[in-house]
């Protein structure tokens, strides 16, 4: 493999002002200086413009357009794909960073020729980027994964964070570019799967990416509908596997009985949320839903929510008495 291949990175921002100059310094302060930063701002309506138009890098390629929104995101992808001049491809949203060895240490990884993705370690942060936890938190198991295990694995849960990421630019264009599922807001998952049938994606044990986690982030306002494009994603895939003659990696009845559980843990959340504001209708119509299909555990609190909800007993104070006794 050439030294020192160039890098571009694929940044789409909207409404970032608050954190898109910590995403861009992380960038210039990379070890590994051959990089081009494309960022697409979609439409953003406060002093992201303003931040960005301070750096005079040559390297950064600032590109402007009228906002498209969150379900059309793979078509903003896909345009910085057709600009991007580097051999390899890596993913940092705007409100998120890196930290200085990122690239540098992921470049290695494609020594060898059958691999298309790497990736790594996330550090989840708050609003302030101070850690407040790591994914996944022991070292990786799935080092040791065969690709169609690593397809089923990734098929059934999505444990790549995006802004660890590194992938090849002509494996994307193998598969024409980003993917994004109908109604789903996020392109991650369903391109991951996608050259997981053409190549390798190879684990890196340390810290690649922060993932900066706010209430305004898309992956909180649509949490619901990141689950259900999971869904949709399964079944489009099985059926594309079937179609091609691909053996099947999982058995479907098994991936929507997954789904289900997980439409059960996003009721519950938002439930729950719901009560802690007071909004007792909704927030007793989300555990409602709770009580069909959950687990015993999640059923008992759910009912137990349900109760207080009706004498006004908000769960923050229900579980400030649970902690203090």
């Known amino acids: 493999m050439e030294q020192n291949p160039l890098v571009s990175i694929i940044t789409i921002t909207y409404n970032h002002e608050k954190y898109i100059k910590f995403c861009i310094n992380s960038v210039l302060l990379q070890t590994y200086s051959n990089w081009e930063l494309i960022i697409i701002d979609d439409g953003s309506t406060d002093g992201t413009r303003e931040i960005i138009s301070q750096y005079e890098d040559r390297r950064i390629k600032y590109i402007e357009q009228k906002n498209t929104g969150i379900w059309r995101l793979k078509e903003s992808y896909n345009k910085a794909l057709k600009i991007a001049q580097g051999k390899f491809i890596a993913i940092l949203e705007g409100d998120d960073f890196w930290p200085r060895w990122k690239l540098e240490t992921q470049i290695s990884a ?132 079937l179609i091609r003659g691909i053996e099947k990696s999982c058995d479907i009845n098994e991936l929507n009985k997954t789904y289900q ?61 649970i902690k203090k006794r």
């Open 110 to 241: 494609f020594e060898k020729e059958g691999v298309v993705l790497s990736w790594g370690k996330v550090a989840m942060t708050n609003s302030e980027g101070m850690v407040t936890g790591y994914y996944p938190k022991k070292k990786s198991p799935l080092q040791k994964y065969s690709r169609s295990v690593m397809t089923r694995k990734l098929l059934c849960n999505n444990f790549i964070p995006a802004c660890t990421v590194v992938c090849r630019k002509d494996a994307l264009c193998t598969i024409n570019g980003f993917q994004q599922i109908n109604r789903s807001p996020c392109t991650d998952h369903a391109t991951w799967v996608e050259l997981s049938l053409i190549g390798e994606l190879v684990p890196i044990d340390e810290v690649l990416g922060c993932w900066r986690q706010h209430e305004n982030q898309s992956s909180v306002k649509w949490v619901k509908e990141l689950i259900e494009g999971h869904n949709k994603l399964i079944v489009t895939f099985y059926k594309k596997m």
């Open 261 to 321: 559980q997980n439409m059960v843990k996003i009721n519950y959340a938002l439930g729950l949320a719901r009560l802690k504001r007071e909004q007792y209708i909704e927030g007793r119509r989300l555990m409602k839903l709770t009580l069909r299909r959950g687990r015993l555990s999640i059923k008992f609190w759910a009912l137990l929510w349900i109760l207080c909800s009706y004498i006004n007993l908000n769960p923050n104070r229900v579980a400030a008495l």
